[in-house]
């Protein structure tokens, strides 16, 4: 029996008094009529901020140079390429700045030298004492401090996950936006995610990571944490509504995507084909390498065997050979199995 969605709620805007669809979760709602944004009680957020989005055409012109830098042997890529989605989403994040300190004891083991005695017999059978240095596990504690002033933002959705976002994100600053204005994106017609988190919410997870992030860090040195104590201070919360798009194109007749950043036009990552014709040529490498690792591994051998001394010339050729074959078979054997290559994208 096929599962039914949950049927969306509807949200009267305060401002325009249009209805509005929205998520059982969404807490912070944008009215898709008037751009007007509010709680779900009605409360308007106040001042929050967006970045503002380039078209259709200038995201398509960014995501073919990106195919054409990356095409490799695919030289019709871009031309044979078929765009199937391109679409604007206006994604809801919070950003603040964390200022943290944390205070941590742990110790870590370090090898310590010990002077020791013992007895040793000579080929005459007399005995004699005598003295040598052996190592013991030792044990420092450690007692330090961790200090950190840091831009920290959250996608404000519980379950919106899409492919690249994590990656854009982090260059989603309150330092790229303006003030909020729909009239300046309603003609792009964006899709509008409402926020599934509000800023209480926000400032708690972020205590969390930033802790979490610290606790790491302190354990990192050491071999055991005993302690380590967190304070967090949360200023500068700000809402934003960040431009996102994820491109999926088809190629050959397999799908394909890529995301881009909807504020510069840029593709963050994407994926790009691997075709039949790169799967031979990768083939053949690796069976070279194996032929390759074969006669490296027999001219190894070889220079080993040399008697009366091993000659160091044969055995360094065929250690060379040997790694160089692995490599060569180990990567072409790899992409025979891909899909796909993935690229990041530049700024």
Not at 205 to 210: E, S
Not at 233 to 256: H, N, W
Not at 309 to 330: E, H, Q, R
Request: aromatic share 8%; glycine share 10%; charged share 25%.
């Amino acid at each position: 029996m096929g599962s039914e969605a949950p049927a969306a709620d509807m949200f009267k805007c305060p401002v325009c008094n249009g209805n509005v669809k929205t998520g059982p979760d969404d807490v912070v709602i944008t009215c898709t009529y008037c751009g007007q944004t509010t709680t779900i009680e009605g409360k308007a957020i106040g001042d929050h901020l967006m970045q503002t989005a380039v078209d259709s055409d200038e995201r398509l012109a960014g995501f073919q140079k990106f195919l054409d830098k990356n095409k490799g042997m695919n030289k019709s890529l871009v031309k044979d390429c078929q765009v199937v989605e391109n679409q604007l989403i206006m994604v809801p994040v919070w950003t603040a700045k964390v200022k943290a300190d944390s205070y941590y004891k742990g110790y870590k083991t370090v090898q310590v030298p010990v002077q020791k005695t013992r007895t040793v017999r000579d080929s005459d059978g007399n005995t004699r004492t005598e003295t040598y240095t052996d190592y013991e596990k030792g044990y420092v504690p450690i007692q330090s401090e961790l200090h950190t002033d840091t831009h920290e933002p959250l996608l404000a959705r519980k379950g919106a996950r899409f492919y690249g976002l994590e990656d854009y994100l982090k260059d989603v600053k309150p330092e790229t936006g303006v003030p909020y204005d729909f009239a300046k994106i309603k003609d792009l017609e964006p899709v509008m995610l409402n926020a599934e988190i509000g800023q209480e919410e926000f400032e708690k997870a972020i205590h969390g990571r930033v802790a979490d992030d610290h606790r790491a860090q302190a354990g990192s040195g050491l071999t055991e944490l005993f302690d380590c104590r967190t304070t967090t201070a949360v200023r500068e919360t700000t809402y934003m509504q960040a431009p996102f798009s994820l491109i999926r194109y088809k190629f050959q007749g397999d799908l394909y995507k890529a995301a881009v950043d909807g504020h510069s036009g840029n593709v963050v990552m994407g994926e790009i084909p691997i075709t039949r014709g790169q799967r031979i040529m990768w083939t053949l490498m690796g069976l070279i390498g194996i032929i390759i690792a074969g006669v490296g591994g027999e001219f190894l051998f070889a220079g080993i065997n040399v008697t009366p001394d091993a000659d160091m010339t044969l055995m360094g050729i065929g250690a060379l050979a040997a790694i160089v074959g692995v490599l060569m078979t180990f990567y072409g054997f790899r992409v025979l199995i891909m899909t796909q290559r993935t690229k990041k994208g530049g700024k």
